[in-house]
């Protein structure tokens, strides 16, 4: 028998990232209707980022999960940007 | 000398069900990346194309969708809350929105493909074969990338329904919401994979 106690997120919490996750689309929408060439694709990705971190970190409860499987996500996500960058050197550069 | 009773309890290992459960979420993540990955290659080879072909895309369905799956998102996460704060009731109805959000998501994907099917444009049609290879691959990419995330908006929305009617029965309850947790779990991977497809495919032009 192992039963956990998992962490009781607030609904304020929640409410409070909803809020966010909604303006940072606002905000993505907006910023890539302008032609800022490469920049838009930078911005774009920077913010799906900061979205995918709020969605990770407290819908899915990473903040106060175990230590092990944190470190699991910190590594694929190092592994998806390792993978991506071995990709782009071997394209921009062959 | 009297015997103890036997005491059958059901093996239970939360915290392997859990463990399970992100490991399954990391092969999910793998797979949508290896599929990122081909995008952005694809993506490097022919901007132009993809510029061209992306101003096709529907941005208001993309919008509407993103902000129904967001909100779902917070829904579920506040069914589980709720469950463990033992109120029943608005666990149900809560996870009841969830589904109801996916049932949305899944109509406006109609339409947005329907639409695009009607100009003939769908996977293996005339129309697609004629195409220049940038569109076409940014078609096919498109396609398969939304209809599989599709796919993962069904099945989550399955284990969803399941969840509710064992929440509604009692056998997911506030001493036992594994399922639940898992099931939003799966959930919040679908609303992560969206939160990337919604701006490469749909702004990024």
Same mark, same amino acid.
């Given at each position: 028998?192992?039963?956990?106690?998992?962490?009781? &997120?607030?609904?304020?919490?929640?409410?409070?990232?909803?809020?966010?996750?909604?303006?940072?689309? &606002?905000? &993505?929408?907006?910023?890539?209707?302008?032609?800022?060439?490469?920049?838009?694709?930078?911005?774009?990705?920077?913010?799906?980022?900061?979205?995918?971190?709020?969605?990770? &970190?407290?819908?899915?409860?990473?903040?106060?999960?175990?230590?092990?499987?944190?470190?699991?996500?910190?590594?694929?996500?190092?592994?998806?940007?390792?993978?991506?960058?071995?990709?782009?050197?071997?394209?921009?550069?062959? | 000398?009297?015997?103890?009773?036997?005491?059958?309890?059901?093996?239970?290992?939360?915290?392997? /069900?859990?463990?399970?459960?992100?490991?399954?979420?990391?092969?999910? %993540?793998?797979?949508?990346?290896?599929?990122?990955? @081909?995008?952005?290659?694809?993506?490097?080879?022919?901007?132009?194309?993809?510029?061209?072909?992306?101003?096709?895309?529907?941005?208001?369905?993309?919008?509407?969708?993103? #902000?129904?799956?967001?909100?779902?998102?917070?829904?579920?996460?506040?069914?589980?809350?709720?469950?463990?704060?033992?109120?029943?009731?608005?666990?149900?109805?809560?996870?009841?929105?969830? #589904?109801?959000? /996916? @049932?949305?998501? %899944?109509?406006?994907?109609?339409?947005?493909?329907?639409?695009?099917?009607?100009?003939?444009?769908?996977?293996?049609?005339?129309?697609?074969?004629?195409?220049?290879?940038?569109?076409?691959?940014? $078609?096919?990419?498109? $396609? $398969?990338?939304?209809?599989?995330?599709?796919?993962?908006?069904?099945?989550?929305?399955?284990?969803?329904?399941?969840?509710?009617?064992?929440?509604?029965?009692?056998? @997911?309850?506030?001493?036992?919401?594994?399922?639940?947790?898992?099931?939003?779990?799966?959930?919040?991977?679908?609303?992560?994979?969206?939160? $990337?497809?919604?701006?490469?495919?749909?702004?990024?032009?």
């Amino acid at each position: 028998m192992n039963v956990i106690e998992s962490h009781v &997120t607030s609904y304020k919490t929640l409410g409070i990232i909803l809020l966010l996750l909604l303006l940072l689309t &606002t905000i &993505t929408i907006n910023v890539t209707s302008y032609n800022l060439k490469l920049w838009n694709v930078a911005i774009a990705l920077g913010i799906a980022g900061v979205k995918g971190y709020l969605v990770l &970190t407290y819908f899915m409860h990473l903040k106060y999960e175990n230590r092990i499987i944190r470190a699991f996500v910190l590594v694929v996500f190092t592994l998806f940007i390792t993978i991506f960058a071995i990709t782009f050197i071997d394209y921009l550069y062959r | 000398m009297e015997e103890k009773p036997l005491h059958h309890e059901e093996p239970r290992d939360d915290f392997a /069900a859990k463990m399970g459960m992100w490991l399954f979420i990391f092969t999910e %993540l793998l797979l949508f990346a290896g599929l990122f990955l @081909v995008y952005s290659v694809y993506r490097f080879q022919y901007p132009i194309f993809f510029h061209q072909a992306a101003l096709e895309l529907n941005v208001t369905i993309g919008s509407l969708n993103t #902000i129904v799956l967001l909100i779902s998102s917070m829904t579920v996460a506040m069914s589980l809350t709720a469950l463990q704060k033992d109120n029943k009731k608005l666990a149900l109805t809560l996870l009841f929105i969830t #589904i109801l959000c /996916a @049932v949305i998501f %899944l109509f406006n994907k109609y339409i947005e493909w329907g639409t695009k099917f009607e100009e003939g444009l769908y996977p293996g049609s005339p129309l697609m074969l004629k195409l220049e290879r940038g569109h076409l691959l940014f $078609f096919s990419l498109y $396609f $398969f990338m939304t209809g599989l995330h599709a796919l993962h908006i069904i099945i989550g929305m399955i284990i969803l329904l399941i969840a509710w009617f064992k929440i509604k029965k009692g056998t @997911v309850n506030p001493g036992k919401f594994m399922l639940l947790e898992n099931g939003a779990l799966y959930w919040h991977l679908v609303d992560l994979i969206w939160i $990337f497809l919604f701006p490469l495919f749909y702004l990024i032009t």
